[in-house]
């Protein structure tokens, strides 16, 4: 029988505003322990020029956000979707958080395409270890749109359901994304670090 309580996952994408937090909820709602994090420098939004991004820091609350788009151009970001996204993300939590900045303890990362994965590598072994406590940092690539975000979730929603199962995730977990892999069609990365 699944436990969706037993592990505790992070999910993180480059700002997070779409693929982080899809999952995010999706995976809260199943029961996992769950919290979502960008790697970026700044958060990063599309702006009404092609050069002229939306750039926030990150701590900035999505509160905050919405409401500075929403007064830039409420027509213009309401059509390409992003105040929907914010809408909600602000009922998921405060704001979007820097996975560098942060040092709790998961058991597994989920990462959204491969630069965010070297990102959080890049920064799991810049730490020095505590407990040498594993953790599996696992990658599959996502395209950052709204319908390819809410897909990922699932995916990554049937990974950790396997997960949750194992009573040896050390062990089983090679298996298990192999099995991912081939019933999915997707290439999954992994790696193991140690807090």
Known sequence: MADPSKLYIAV???SNINRSMEAHGFLAKKGFRVKSFGTGERVRLPGLYIDKPNVYEFGTSYED?????????????T??????LLDRNRRIKKCPERFQECS???DVIITVEERVFDAVVECLESREPVDNR???VLNVDIEDNHEEALMGSFLIGDMLA???????????????????ETRKKKTILHSVHFY
């Open 162 to 180: 396997m997960m949750s199962k194992s009573n040896d995730l050390d062990n089983d977990i090679c298996i298990m994304l192999m099995e991912m």
């Open 12 to 14: 993180v994408c480059s």
């Open 65 to 77: 956000i919405y409401n500075d788009l929403a007064r830039k151009d409420r027509d213009y970001y």
């Open 104 to 106: 709790e303890q998961f």
């Open 134 to 136: 594993p953790v599996h």
């Open 79 to 84: 059509e390409n979707g992003l105040l929907h």
